[in-house]
Nanobody, 128 residues
């Protein structure tokens, strides 16, 4: 079992920055990496970013590339999502997830089916 706890959500204005954290506990050695997903009201959950525990390679959704940065602290089993130049369309509940299945190609990390554990989510609201 892996437990995930997200923190750092809130209400900001367009153009502001906000940082999210996800602390993992339990059998984290069984995971390959960590991902961030988000779900806006009335929309399907979508991939945001992913990072591997070993090597630190990253992958981003096109919608956030250049604005968001995912990073990790292996010693703390914590993953971060730094969000800059926020837009109203970034408003959503943000979830971190532990990748429990390997990926054959980098783009596969966008598939939620690779993630076996999910946090409770944290609300990010960007006002215009």
């Amino acid at each position: 079992q892996v437990q995930l706890v997200e923190t750092g959500g809130g209400l900001v204005q367009a153009g502001d920055s906000l940082g999210l954290s996800c602390a993992a506990s339990g059998r984290t050695v069984s995971t390959y990496g960590m991902g961030w997903f988000r779900q806006a009201p009335g929309k399907e959950r979508e991939f945001v970013a992913q990072i591997m525990w070993i090597g630190g390679s990253t992958y981003y959704a096109n919608s956030v590339k250049g604005r968001f940065t995912i990073s990790r602290d292996n010693a703390k089993n914590t993953v971060y999502l730094q969000m800059n130049s926020l837009k109203p369309e970034d408003t959503a509940v943000y979830y971190c997830a532990a990748q429990t299945r390997p990926r054959a190609t980098p783009i596969q990390v966008m598939d939620a089916a690779l993630y076996g554990y999910w946090g409770q989510g944290t609300q990010v609201t960007v006002s215009s």
